[in-house]
């Protein structure tokens, strides 16, 4: 994320949520706070929950199936995107491991490419991009 976005992409709009969590069921928040240290662009806003909720939300909208939580995505998401009790439908997912496509696989140059693509959308429908 610092190497293939954060540095490549120099558009303040840009906002990247990290959300860290037991994935494997070992990590601690004290593992996540090491882990900030590599990711360390103002533009990145960091969380720690203990628990699997969040992973749990955002998998239906990923395009997961119910028994893969949706740890080791990447979402994209629109301008104009409505955030409720649910997350909304991403623009584009990319993924680590998952049973999406392979072509969804995570390949930073892509990512980054849909994130400029995102942005430069924005810029022409008159929005500010979404975090």
């Known amino acids: 994320m610092q190497k293939y976005i954060l540095e490549e992409v120099s558009d303040p709009r840009l906002k990247v949520y990290m959300v860290w969590g037991p994935m494997l069921g070992e990590e601690t928040a004290e593992d996540a706070v090491v882990a900030t240290a590599f990711l360390h662009d103002q533009r990145s806003i960091h969380f720690w929950t ?10 239906g909208p990923a395009g997961l199936p119910a028994d893969e939580l949706a740890w080791d995505t990447f979402q994209l998401f629109s301008p104009t995107a409505e955030w409720g009790k649910t997350p909304p439908q991403p ?5 680590v491991e998952k049973s999406l496509p ?6 930073g140059n892509t990512l980054r490419g849909q994130i400029e693509t995102l942005l430069s ?3 022409s429908a008159g929005h500010s991009p979404a975090e």
């Not at 203990?50 to 998998?59: E, N, S, W, Y």
């Not at 392979?102 to 390949?107: A, D, M, V, Y």
Request: aromatic share 8%; proline share 4%.
């Open 50 to 59: 203990p628990l699997h909720d969040v992973a749990k939300l955002f998998q």
């Open 91 to 95: 623009v584009y997912v990319m993924h």
């Open 102 to 107: 392979k072509e969804l696989r995570l390949n």
């Open 121 to 123: 959308s924005a810029d």
